[in-house]
């Protein structure tokens, strides 16, 4: 009886130890496994982080790649890892946005600016900055502008004005310094007119308003103008959009028909209340814009290394304008001529131009200038100027003919 008890507990023994060893086994293996996972999770972390995750960067500068440009040469856009974008202007200034949670880099070089992401509140001096912006449909980052209310021609801006949505401070030259120091614009954007009035920048300066001075005007190229587009969207976290809108505008001009032996001629200019005579040098963006929508500009040779106008003596003017196929007035610059007549009444000699007797004189609608986000659409415009020979077409959309 005893043996057989002896033998029971044996068999008991056994069966316990077997269970216990297979029970390690099986919590060894376990732990492994976990310890495992924990060393591949951790391994996919750290290569999600190599590949971008912000942490990784944060406060550091890590080049990736810079904004691809076709046309402008006045400005230069760089990515770091992690967001950051570095802006360059030609005239030396930098700005290093810095994206929402990120910290400040500590190897960033003396005079860059940094800018906060996300803008908002911005004063903007510039009316062909403010149609880009509005190319971007972002007018509602702009607060502040220095052009009263009925000098805009662009609706969605004189609309966000009249809403109460964007406020006038006063001219470029005498801003209410009151009212921008009450809204504390973290960034300003002016044109180059800026230069001439220092003691504005000054103050700017003084109250810690970081600005940047838009030099689309200096580009060569006209398209180049409608590619700063590029530079607000960085600023704006919209590069895509600003990429179709500029890509939209240079189709504009790329399905142009251009065939031609004989390019038709055209003069733009405009006569000052005064009655002095300006017209477009030849390298101006106004004169390739007529060269780029299939057309001749007829003072080609003048100053043909600068852009802007230049003040001419009328009998000058009237011995090569006089024969041009067409003729572009300046309205929004120069004596705003209703008619034929009204044109002709600046100088009875352009009664004698090809121009006007075949009733081929056009004028820039109000908001030419106002306007640089759709100029591939007004080279569109000229070319149908160019081509059109039924006399009884007297709008387009940024050109209307005097009659």
Known sequence: MKK?????AVVFLLITLLLVAFTGCTKNEDANNDASNNVSNENNNSKTNNDGKEEDYNGKLVFDHSMEL???KNFSVDYYKGGYKLIKVCDGRQFLTIPEG?????????????????LDNMLISSTP???LINGLDKLDKVSLVTTKRSSWYIDEIGKAIDDGKIEYIGSYKAPDYEM??????????????????PEVAEKLDELKIPYLLDQATYEEH?????????????????????EKHFKEQVAYVENLDLETEDPETTAVFYITSKGTLYARRGGDYMAKMVELAGGKYIFADMEPDKTGAQKMEFEEFYATAKDADNIIY????????????????????????????EGN???TTPNYFQISNVLGYMIKDINEMLSIDDNSVNELTYLFRLQ
């Open 102 to 118: 990120m910290n400040v880099p500590a190897d960033i070089e003396e005079g860059v600016v940094t800018l906060q992401m996300p």
């Open 361 to 363: 004189v056009w004028c």
């Open 222 to 242: 006209p398209m180049a103008r409608v590619e700063w587009v590029k530079l607000y969207g960085a600023l704006l976290d919209c590069e895509e959009i600003a």
């Open 330 to 357: 300046i309205w929004s610059l120069g004596g705003k001529p209703e008619t034929v007549d009204d044109f002709i009444a600046k100088n009875e000699l352009f009664s004698d131009f090809k121009a006007v007797k």
């Open 180 to 197: 921008i120091t009450a809204k504390q614009p973290p960034f300003a954007v002016f044109s180059t007119m800026l230069l001439r009035v």
């Open 4 to 8: 057989k008890s002896l033998k029971l």
């Open 129 to 131: 900055t403010m149609s």
């Open 70 to 72: 076709v046309y402008a």
